[in-house]
């Protein structure tokens, strides 16, 4: 099992940029594909970015292709999201994931594991 704490949340400007970090607890962290997850008031959770377990593939949603880069570090047990040209669609509480399967998914069901959540507020 492993527990994931996310950090870096906040409130910026449309334009800016934030760095969501996520540390994941347990000696397997490698054998996970990570994922970041976003969830807008009101509406269904979506998937925003996903790793590899090696760190060498990744796949983005459309929405956030470009602007948006997710990258793992296994010796440290973290991922991170750094998020650029933010828009105020970009507001949501971003999750952090974690799934033991082999290749990356993007589904909400495919994910084991879950963070708590933290807050990305972007004002216009």
């Known amino acids: 099992q492993v527990q994931l704490v996310e950090s870096g949340g906040g409130l910026v400007q449309a334009g800016g940029s934030l760095r969501l970090s996520c540390a994941a607890s347990g000696r397997t962290f490698g054998s996970y594909v990570m994922g970041w997850f976003r969830q807008a008031p009101g509406k269904e959770r979506e998937f925003a970015a996903a790793?590899?377990?090696?760190?060498?593939?990744?796949d983005y949603a459309d929405s956030v292709k470009g602007r948006f880069t997710i990258s793992r570090d296994n010796a440290k047990n973290t991922v991170t999201l750094q998020m650029n040209s933010l828009k105020p669609e970009d507001t949501a509480v971003y999750y952090c994931?974690?799934?033991?399967?082999?290749?990356?998914?993007?589904?909400?069901?495919?994910?084991?594991?879950w963070g708590q959540g933290t807050q990305v507020t972007v004002s216009s």
């Open positions: 994931a974690a799934d033991r399967g082999a290749v990356i998914r993007t589904r909400v069901k495919d994910y084991d594991y």
């Open positions: 790793i590899s377990r090696g760190g060498a593939g990744t």
